[in-house]
């Protein structure tokens, strides 16, 4: 701004809206005695002054104070231009970054590159995917909620952010971002070997009933989802939700082998991930911690139907941004994710891939994830993991 005023010949006055406002008004006492000297009347001779000049010194003077007032009045439009184009320029303006709190390659990833090769047609802006990873996703959580509220970063959580405050790794919670859409949930399914003597998950329960320590399960790291919907199942049932010691593990995958090998009795772990092993025979899923059955096996019990207990535990992503984002960008990101998420697109990638998709706009979503912090708060709080 500063560089179209020197094209004037001016110098830039204030740098901001009321510091503008403040030399115009000090200026306009200024301006009105131009307007008066300068003698644009219909009458040459309204003024004494201008009876004592010729007619062309008063033709000169008056163009002098008009190109004056003329640069003035285009100073004026220009800055009021500089000053106001960013309250009505059209959102989004240029790139936006989608940061991933995870890993390249996994299903936070995947599902997060999917979302953002799609909200470029939705946006007509290019979105580009960051993975900001460690601090068991601390990092990267921070990296969205510590992002300008503007609309340009906005990220994908993940349902950790309902666990790392209750273990003292952050104080961040979902309280601290706009709520975009819940876009996926993968609920953990209840997995033991194919030649297990247990053919339903009331046989198993009754089984560590009898022989609490006993069994053993893996499937993530020491208080990871998979260990707390576990507990939760155990909680859920009056029973103690240590009574299945757990193996840490880096994952489901390496749970599963383990649970192959014969090195662990239960994974409860994702329907996606156990699903190449299913499907070989090598393992058996006996039931799924939601209230409807999965999309790949849909005669798999709910915990509903085979205990009559409503507990449930999903791995969920959602899309967010930094709290305080203005409701208008909040609006028309709603809508463009709303549209991905309804797409062939999205919905055949994540059906090949097993992912559960769910919807839940920013109301609706909120309950949601704040559902999931307190049931896994209260989990980690009977398991001796809070803090």
């Known amino acids: 701004m500063r560089a179209k005023f020197a094209d004037l010949g001016l110098e830039a006055i204030g740098n901001s809206p009321d510091e503008f406002a403040a030399v115009i008004k000090s200026e306009i006492p200024t301006w009105a005695k131009m307007i008066k000297e300068s003698g644009i009347k219909p009458d040459w001779h309204a003024s004494p002054e201008a009876a004592k000049l010729t007619r062309s010194t008063i033709l000169t003077q008056r163009r002098r104070s008009m190109r004056a007032i003329v640069r003035a009045a285009r100073a004026l439009a220009l800055a009021l231009t500089c000053f106001a184009a960013p309250s009505f320029a059209a959102y989004p303006e240029r790139p936006v970054t989608l940061i991933v709190p995870w890993g390249a390659g996994g299903g936070t990833d995947a599902t997060a590159r999917i979302i953002g090769s799609l909200l470029e047609k939705e946006l007509g802006q290019p979105v580009n995917v960051v993975n900001r990873t460690g601090g068991s996703g601390v990092v990267g959580h921070q990296a969205i909620a510590s992002s300008p509220p503007d609309g340009y970063t906005i990220g994908m959580i993940t349902v950790e952010i309902g666990m790392m405050h209750w273990v003292g790794l952050t104080n961040l919670s979902a309280n601290d971002y706009t709520l975009i859409g819940v876009v996926n949930a993968d609920p953990a399914g209840v997995n033991v070997r194919a030649d297990a003597p247990y053919k339903s998950l009331k046989d198993l329960l009754a089984a560590v009933?009898?022989?609490?320590g006993k069994f053993k399960a893996s499937g993530t790291g020491q208080g990871g989802i998979w260990h707390l919907a576990l507990a939760g199942l155990l909680k859920d049932q009056g029973m103690d939700p240590a009574a299945v010691p757990w193996v840490p593990s880096n994952g489901a995958a390496p749970g599963l082998q383990d649970l192959v090998s014969g090195g662990v009795e239960v994974v409860p772990c994702s329907i996606p991930e156990a699903r190449s092993l299913i499907d070989a025979g090598k393992v058996r899923a006996l039931a799924i911690m939601d209230a409807n059955p999965p999309a790949l096996y849909p005669n798999l019990p709910t915990l509903k139907q085979e205990l009559g207990s409503n507990w449930s535990m999903a791995a969920w992503r959602a899309i967010a941004a930094p709290k305080g984002l203005p409701h208008d960008i909040q609006a028309k990101l709603?809508?463009?994710?709303?549209?991905?998420?309804?797409?062939?697109?999205?919905?055949?990638?994540?059906?090949?891939?097993?992912?559960?998709?769910?919807?839940?706009?920013?109301?609706?979503?909120?309950?949601?994830?704040?559902k999931s912090d307190a049931d896994l708060g209260a989990v980690m709080k009977a398991t001796g993991i809070a803090k």
Do not use: Q
């Open 334 to 370: 709603v809508a463009a994710l709303k549209k991905v998420h309804e797409s062939k697109e999205f919905r055949g990638f994540m059906a090949a891939r097993g992912y559960g998709v769910i919807w839940y706009g920013p109301d609706d979503g909120v309950r949601f994830v704040s």
């Open 209 to 212: 009933k009898a022989n609490p």
